[in-house]
């Protein structure tokens, strides 16, 4: 797109819809450091108010492990859904220019978001998942691919 055709009408900036090929998929570098900001933004607080406001100390963490890991993931989840609901971006993702789209560009649902919080550690525990995206041309994660979503870089 030209301005001088914008400028005289030609065409107008409202008809123009983003395509595909217009973002880049973020690089696994940024994601990388993406995850680390969001790990020590979001979870760090949320173990260090399990393991000592909670439950008293990481002994009593260590005696009652499933309780503790309740007590920091399902916060954690909430968290992460109300920064993807509201601006489809956590910390991290906002920290490194990134959004989370669907295939279609627009803003995933709440299914897809819960789809992708979930498969992410299946992604993790499964280094497979993870080297994916290495492999893959389009550079998709498995949970990016059975959530159907994917991290865009955007401009400032």
């Known amino acids: ?47 260090y108010m399990t393991f000592y406001l909670i439950m008293g100390s990481r002994e009593v963490f260590a005696e009652r492990m499933l309780e503790g890991w309740a007590f920091i993931f399902i916060p954690h989840f909430f968290i992460i859904m109300a920064f993807y609901l509201i601006k489809s971006q956590t910390p991290g993702y906002k920290a490194y220019d990134m959004k989370l789209v669907d295939k279609n560009l627009k803003k995933p649902t709440i299914l897809q978001f819960t789809i992708r919080y979930f498969t992410f550690f299946l992604s993790t525990i499964f280094i497979a998942g993870l080297v994916l995206a290495i492999t893959r041309k389009d550079k998709k994660t498995l949970h990016d691919l059975i959530s159907g979503t994917m991290p865009i870089q955007i401009e400032k």
């Open 1 to 47: 797109m030209r301005w001088r055709d914008v400028k005289h009408g030609k065409i107008t900036q409202k008809n123009i819809t983003p395509t595909i090929l217009d973002f880049t998929i973020s690089p696994i570098s940024n994601r990388i450091k993406a995850f680390i900001t969001d790990t020590f933004m979001l979870l760090m607080p949320l173990m």
